[in-house]
């Protein structure tokens, strides 16, 4: 089953695992999305194909052994795709190897599934989605999940989505197996992360039965609008009432009579405004695209933005300017790549030997930034502590 048949089973299945971080937070948020629709981007997109090669070598090595002609000809049509780049086919790799570091030390031939279509619906009315692989060996289930993006790191602790996989397998494979524990994984490559999380069957079980009533609440666009951060991908973010109000609420700190700020009232703000600028992009963008429809939006309008210029044909550009007298010195500029684009094209273990084996690479810490308290990151209280732990 492809990347594609996996989005379109998504935009059926009203609870999706992918988007259960937000209807578990905030129900009544997946009906009103319903009037919103589905887009995707380049990125979505990209991810898409990147799960397909992935899917294709998973299938050779596991369960579709194919002779290499074969294995070949379909990777050179995906490697046709407009959107293909050769960093695809080592991040797969990745994924790939991480998948056969379970299976290789396993005492008898595992069972494995990719691309497999779960059913969750005794815990989320109507619930399915698709996982990217699972394995059960002996008494123990892996649920892994492949993401290409390289936006933040996703934690596989506790993940709702990952989860409702997990309870998905166990209804349908319990009967066969003796499934007692259960390791989650988020595999991303581009990231260089790899998040594991481990909990008995017994522990999902028990939490499958503590979310039945939420999700037959989110089914039936029942209870109450909760914004935050989980409204990031949420179709509904821009017109919300509940993510506008969380915003100016902030008024009430007009009424306050000192002329300075208490410490307290500082981070109460931060607290409830820390979105406000993906709030403000959202409005942006819905306002945009209903001005090009011919909607009229009080007080703001559609207009061309900036233009850029480009070569019609580079090459005889530069050779007209060449034999108009224009030496190469002008016409190209020598920059050193980065350390991290160097690494991204010698591989990491050329890298390693290369560089920082040798002690040709330092590594800096980060300046200091300010984040909820929430954040597992440990406090430090200026930029010589910073640099000492770092150290």
């Known amino acids: 089953m492809s990347k594609a048949i996996k989005h379109r089973e998504r935009a059926h299945a009203l609870l999706s ?23 995707t981007s380049k ?45 695809m086919l080592k991040h797969t790799d990745t994924y790939l190897e991480y998948l056969q570091s379970i299976t290789l030390g396993m005492t008898s031939t595992p069972y494995v599934a990719v691309e497999k279509r779960l059913d969750y619906s005794a815990v989320a009315p109507e619930g399915f989605g698709t996982v990217d692989c699972l394995i059960i060996g002996g ?13 933040v790191a996703v934690s596989a602790e506790d993940n709702p989505q990952m989860k409702l996989y997990a309870l998905g397998a166990y209804l349908e494979y319990s009967f066969l197996y003796p499934i007692k524990t259960t390791k989650l994984a988020i595999i991303q490559p581009r990231l260089d992360s790899i998040s594991e999380y481990e909990l008995s069957a017994d522990d999902l079980l028990a939490w499958g039965e503590e979310i039945k009533p939420i999700a037959q609440q989110a089914f039936n666009g029942e ?30 700190f007009k009424q306050m009579k000192p002329p300075l700020l208490s410490d307290q009232e500082v981070g109460e703000i931060l607290e409830r405004g820390q979105h406000i600028e993906s709030w403000i992009k959202a409005l942006k963008e819905y306002a945009l695209a209903e001005s090009l429809k011919g909607k009229e939006i009080p007080g703001w309008k559609a207009v061309e933005g900036r233009g850029s210029r480009d ?11 060449k034999e108009k007298g224009i030496d190469d010195a002008v016409l ?9 684009k160097l690494e991204k094209e010698l591989g990491k273990k ?42």
């Not at 695992?17 to 919103?36: D, G, I, K, M, Y």
């Not at 190209?332 to 991290?340: D, K």
Request: a neutral charge; aromatic letters at 10%.
């Open 17 to 39: 695992a992918s988007a259960a971080h937000r209807w578990l937070n905030c129900t009544p948020s997946v009906r009103l999305e319903e009037q919103f629709p589905d887009t």
């Open 43 to 87: 990125y979505a997109e990209e991810g898409t194909l990147a799960h397909e090669i992935a899917e294709l070598k998973l299938r050779k090595y596991y369960t579709e052994p194919m002779a290499q002609s074969t294995f070949t000809r379909r990777l050179n049509k995906m490697k046709k795709h407009e959107l293909f780049q050769e960093e």
């Open 139 to 151: 008494e123990t289930l892996y649920v892994t999940d492949f993401k290409y993006g390289k936006g």
């Open 223 to 252: 209870g109450d609008f909760v914004p935050g951060e989980h409204c990031k991908f949420c179709r509904a973010k821009a017109k919300c009432r509940a993510r506008a109000d969380q915003f100016t609420a902030l008024e009430d």
């Open 311 to 321: 070569y019609v044909d580079i090459d005889k550009a530069f050779s007209h300017l």
């Open 332 to 340: 190209y500029e020598r920059v050193p790549l980065t350390v991290p």
């Open 350 to 391: 050329q890298y390693r030997e290369l560089l920082e084996e040798p002690g040709l690479v330092q590594k800096s810490p980060g300046k200091p930034t300010l984040a909820p308290a929430s954040d597992k990151r440990k406090a430090v209280t200026n930029e010589v502590s910073a640099a000492e732990d770092f150290k």
